[in-house]
């Protein structure tokens, strides 16, 4: 099994910064492509950036310029920086990986279960 935990989230004023963290654990073998979604009140939930294991990154023209992605390999921990906030930006965050969990295993999507962003005065 594998777990996915996000943390980081919290209330910051417009122009402020968060870092959200996506922690992996438990039978991985390796780690393909991860990403960052959100879900805003009464919207669909939305990819925000995403990271293969090659280090290609994409993001959504809306958080372009402002939001970066980066991964701990080592660590197996996914990160999204995210500067210059918007409260269009508030959202529930959920972090996503594709996980093997052997050599022989194909990879596998995982959510995590995400951390409230409210960007507000």
């Known amino acids: 099994q594998v777990q996915l935990v996000e943390s980081g989230g919290g209330l910051v004023q417009p122009g402020g910064s968060l870092r959200l963290s996506c922690s992996a654990s438990g039978s991985i073998f390796s780690i393909g492509a991860m990403a960052w979604f959100r879900q805003a009140p009464e919207k669909q939930r939305e990819l925000v950036a995403v990271?293969?294991?090659?280090?290609?990154?994409n993001y959504a023209d809306a958080v372009k310029g402002r939001f970066t992605i980066s991964r701990d390999h080592v660590k197996n921990i996914m990160y999204l920086q995210m500067n210059s906030l918007k409260p269009e930006d508030t959202a529930v965050y959920y972090c996503?990986?594709?996980?093997?969990?052997?050599?022989?295993?194909?990879?596998?999507?995982?959510w995590g279960q995400g951390t409230q962003v409210t960007v507000s005065s």
């Open positions: 990271l293969t294991s090659g280090g290609r990154t």
């Open positions: 996503n990986a594709a996980v093997q969990y052997s050599s022989e295993s194909s990879y596998d999507a995982y």
